[in-house]
Antibody, heavy 124, light 110 residues
Framework: EVQLVESGGGLVQPGGSLRLSCVASGFSFTRSAMSWVRQAPGKGLEWVSATNWNGDTTYHGHSVKGRFTISRDNSKSAIYLQMNSLGVDDTAIYYC?????????????????WGQGTLVTVSS | QSVLTQSPSVSGTPGQRVTISCSGSSSNIGSNTVNWYQHLPGTAPRLLIYSDDQRPSGVPDRFSGSKSGTSASLAISGLQSEDEADYYCATWDNPLNGVEFGGGTKLTVL
């Protein structure tokens, strides 16, 4: 059974930093691209970041570029999201997901397995 | 402000067929595949359709996807109360170089 378990969320002040983790099991993690998606209160889903299978290719959404960094440790079957310069607009539930169909021209990566999410609240 | 446009809401009665549309442009839907997700607030989103019209295993065939030009659609037939949820389209946007979600459509089963 595929399992994705996020952790690291919590309350942080504006301008602060936080590091989220996602530990995976039940599939071949070292062959899988992974992604972070978030949902702010009352808003829709927003794609945040993604990494290919070995971490040498990463993508970040325009609203987090330059502030967030995705990384992975295949020895621990884990991905991370380092979030810096946090603002109130970053308040959201952050979901970890497996991304299939990566690096195929014309194919949008699809997120076929998701974690339950971890809540990040940015507030003073 | 998403580059993909979805109607904010749609409704139907049990057993009815409803469609949810997603409108984009030549730089996203027009040149990349579309995926659809179902999301009940407080739970993990669920992949319904990938690569325009493919259903993952476990997704009922009541759900179907299609695409024409710069628009895509999700159809749900034989509507059930458990289908009440938010539905999102998603596609790669070439200029933004990333995945873009539509704003979401709230489906209400009357």
């Amino acid at each position: 059974e595929v399992q994705l378990v996020e952790s690291g969320g919590g309350l942080v002040q504006p301008g602060g930093s936080l590091r989220l983790s996602c530990v995976a099991s039940g599939f071949s993690f070292t062959r899988s691209a992974m992604s972070w998606v978030r949902q702010a209160p009352g808003k829709g889903l927003e794609w945040v970041s993604a990494t290919n299978w070995n971490g040498d290719t990463t993508y970040h959404g325009h609203s987090v570029k330059g502030r967030f960094t995705i990384s992975r440790d295949n020895s621990k079957s884990a991905i991370y999201l380092q979030m810096n310069s946090l603002g109130v607009d970053d308040t959201a539930i952050y979901y970890c997901a497996r991304a299939e169909g990566w690096s195929i021209v014309g194919t949008t990566p699809y997120l076929d397995h998701w974690g339950q999410g971890t809540l990040v609240t940015v507030s003073s | 402000q998403s580059v993909l446009t979805q109607s904010p809401s749609v409704s139907g009665t049990p057993g009815q067929r409803v469609t949810i549309s997603c409108s984009g442009s030549s730089s996203n839907i027009g040149s990349n595949t579309v995926n659809w997700y179902q999301h009940l607030p407080g739970t993990a989103p669920r992949l319904l359709i990938y690569s325009d019209d493919q259903r993952p295993s476990g997704v009922p065939d009541r759900f179907s996807g299609s695409k024409s030009g710069t628009s895509a659609s999700l159809a749900i037939s034989g509507l059930q109360s458990e289908d009440e949820a938010d539905y999102y389209c998603a596609t790669w946007d070439n200029p933004l170089n990333g995945v873009e979600f539509g704003g979401g459509t709230k489906l209400t089963v009357l």
